[in-house]
């Protein structure tokens, strides 16, 4: 195991590794993969902005992503609404078919009877 600090390097045991983290040092496996970060270590002010803008980024999705799903929700029930409305108006229409088709009887009954007083009145 490896303890790495800047440019210094150290070949350590695994009983020094806490000792080593704890005093900022990171420590790399046999084939220099990193298993532990040293502690206190800090980032540079341009990598803390560019994490703060991912962040932002990744929040301002999370909003979308939550506005998406209650968009969806909304065309749903909008969906099932317009059935309905479909089904009503569709009712009103056959009803209206009715309507003026007894409007029109009467219209011939009222004919028929201003005819007949016509006639009586002679």
Same mark, same amino acid.
């Given at each position: 195991?490896?303890?790495?600090? %800047?440019?210094?390097?150290?070949?350590? @045991?695994?009983? &020094?590794?806490?000792?080593?983290?704890k005093? %900022?040092?990171?420590?790399?496996?046999?084939? %220099?993969?990193?298993? *532990?970060?040293?502690?206190?270590?800090?980032?540079?002010? &341009?990598?803390?902005k560019d994490?703060? &803008?991912?962040?932002?980024?990744?929040e *301002?999705?999370? @909003?979308?992503?939550?506005?998406?799903? @209650?968009?969806?929700e909304?065309?749903?029930?909008?969906k099932?609404?317009?059935?309905?409305?479909?089904?009503?108006?569709? &009712?009103? *229409?056959?009803?209206?078919?009715?309507i003026?088709?007894?409007?029109?009887?009467?219209?011939?009954e009222?004919?028929?009877?201003?005819? %007949?007083?016509?006639k *009586?009145k002679?």
């Amino acid at each position: 195991m490896v303890a790495v600090k %800047g440019n210094v390097e150290y070949t350590i @045991t695994d009983a &020094e590794k806490n000792y080593y983290i704890k005093n %900022g040092f990171d420590i790399l496996d046999e084939n %220099g993969k990193k298993v *532990a970060d040293g502690e206190h270590k800090s980032v540079s002010y &341009e990598k803390y902005k560019d994490l703060q &803008e991912k962040y932002r980024k990744l929040e *301002a999705k999370k @909003t979308d992503d939550n506005e998406i799903k @209650t968009l969806q929700e909304e065309i749903k029930d909008l969906k099932a609404k317009n059935e309905e409305l479909e089904a009503t108006n569709e &009712e009103l *229409a056959n009803s209206k078919s009715t309507i003026l088709a007894d409007n029109e009887n009467l219209k011939a009954e009222i004919v028929k009877l201003q005819e %007949g007083i016509k006639k *009586a009145k002679k």
